[in-house]
């Protein structure tokens, strides 16, 4: 039930966070919702309930499931390296994010030609037929 509750509280900062506009607050939402799904895996492995997966001679009913552990080991190094990624673009990145304000309409990259124009440097084509070539 507490890992229920705390899968659900990271989830919930995780997307207040990524629903934010700046960057650094999207990054530490990113690695709130890493830290939920670790918590599910983790929980998955049943280790509450069991005894460790090595060093023990119990039989192989009563002993956690290695896997989920080995899953949670790869997720925090991907979760790490995602991190570090993010975190610099966030500082490369400066001011200038490509985010706009409500309202603001971004500039139109190509104008459009009204419609009674005519396209220029065209040459007619020409309407002979094509001889084939005889040998």
């Given at each position: 039930m507490t890992v229920a509750i705390a899968v659900g509280l990271l989830t919930a900062g995780a997307v207040y966070l990524l629903m934010k506009r700046e960057m650094l607050r999207v990054v530490l939402g990113f690695i709130l919702l890493g830290h939920a799904g670790n918590l599910v895996l983790i929980s998955a492995g049943?280790?509450?309930q069991r005894t460790e997966p090595f060093g023990t001679a119990a039989d192989a009913s009563a002993v956690a499931d290695p896997l989920p552990q080995a899953f949670v080991l790869t997720a925090i190094v991907i979760a790490f390296a995602i991190t570090i990624f993010m975190l610099v673009l966030a500082v490369t990145g400066g001011e200038n994010?490509?985010?706009?304000?409500?309202?603001?309409v971004p500039p139109d990259p190509l104008p459009e030609e009204p419609n009674d124009a005519e396209?220029?440097?065209?040459?007619?084509?020409?309407?002979e037929p094509i001889e084939e070539v005889r040998r």
């Open positions: 049943g280790t509450h994010d490509d985010t706009r304000g409500e309202g603001e396209p220029k440097d065209e040459k007619p084509i020409d309407e």
